[in-house]
């Protein structure tokens, strides 16, 4: 997990030095955007988990939308969990959203 993320944030950073300084709108965070830091037609998406399905390779964010993650994304799947927050760059194929990169902040812990 925490190699994951390390690599996830070094893959983000990267990404961001990358990109130009461009002004950007005020839109909400769970909101879909471009970023002109992404590789081709890939959009970054925020949000807190509503469901995930068994497997962990469908994910259901509180805005509505929905992501399918490749089992090929390495990374514990037992941290998706309702109430998560993550980060995604995804790519639109067949009426989809792929996840490519995913950054997780695990749910807080019930006690």
């Given amino acids: ?7 996830a944030t070094a893959l983000a950073a990267a990404i961001m030095t990358a990109a130009p300084a461009t002004a950007q709108t005020s839109a909400s965070p769970a909101e879909s955007q471009k970023s002109p ?11 807190t988990i509503k469901s995930v399905d068994r497997r962990g390779t469908n994910i ?22 309702p109430g998560a927050t993550v980060k ?3 790519e ?7 996840t490519t990169t995913l950054i ?3 749910a807080a812990r019930r006690r």
Avoid at 1 to 7: D, G, K, S, W, Y
């Fill in 1 to 7: 997990m925490i190699r994951t993320f390390a690599v």
């Fill in 37 to 47: 830091g992404l590789l081709g037609d890939q959009q970054l998406v925020e949000g």
């Fill in 60 to 81: 259901l964010l509180e805005d509505g939308t929905s992501l399918t993650v490749p089992v090929s994304l390495e990374f514990d799947r037992r941290e998706l969990r």
């Fill in 88 to 90: 995604a760059q995804y």
């Fill in 92 to 98: 639109e194929r067949e009426g989809k959203k792929f």
């Fill in 104 to 106: 997780l902040e695990p």
